[in-house]
């Protein structure tokens, strides 16, 4: 066997679809891409159309296999809608990625019923929502993969981890659940938890230089994340090779966590 014929056997993507949400923008972009590059038919999913428009175009013109569909995730109605359009496109999905996220950290004495509702609306049970959704079809036919993005503030309190990190906290206990509930039927259900990442995401953070090269320290590679860097663990977590990788944290964060 060749050696890219190996790599295709552990890691290609042909012949499976991908729902990405948050994909239009930072980690969930560079994850469709990187999964539609592998070979999957990837559905993006967000709010605003012309940035959805634009990944798609770029990937359509790559040779990529690709599609968007836009809704609101910071509410029931709007994620049963959304997941409904993006299955109607290339079939029922096997790949399921969560990367959409509301970043609201007030401090906490501040912080408000209506931020609290907003962010685990969006960072937790639009998760659960869609997982409930799909993982059953999962199972059944037995193969999927839901991947959650976390954050360091489901480990740790910093920077103000407000109703966001608790939301990141149970996002990474529903993905033990969902391993528990799925993995048998060979779903496989994992977190990827970055560090800091220069995403529109981080955009407050970003805006202070100071707080970015000292965020960068603080690492082992002396520098802060870049959405590029979850493509390998993306396609990894999203293919045969980690059949046997499930409900597990992993940290892609330049030994950030453990420095």
Known sequence: MTSQAYLSQLFSLEGRVALVTGGSSGIGRSIAEALARAGASVVIAARR??????????????GCRSAWVSGDLSTRDGVR???????AVFGEPDILVNSAGVNLRPPMNELTDEVWDTTMAVNLE???????????????????????IT???????????GA???SKGALESLARSQAEAWSPHGVTCNTLVPGFVLTPLNARLADDPEQVAHLATRTMTGRNGLPDDFAGAAVFLASGAAGYVTGQSIFVDGGLSVH
Do not use: C, K, N, W
Not at 81 to 87: F, I, K, L, S, V
Not at 152 to 161: G, K, N
């Open 81 to 87: 809608t959304a997941a409904e359009a993006a299955a």
């Open 126 to 148: 639009a998760p659960y929502l869609l997982g409930q959704r799909f993982g059953p079809g999962m199972a059944e036919r037995g193969f999927g993969r839901i991947i959650h």
């Open 49 to 62: 159309e012309p940035e959805l428009s634009s990944v798609v175009a770029e990937l359509d013109a790559s």
């Open 164 to 166: 966001y990190g608790v």
């Open 151 to 161: 954050s360091q503030q489901a480990h740790r309190a910093f920077v103000q981890s």
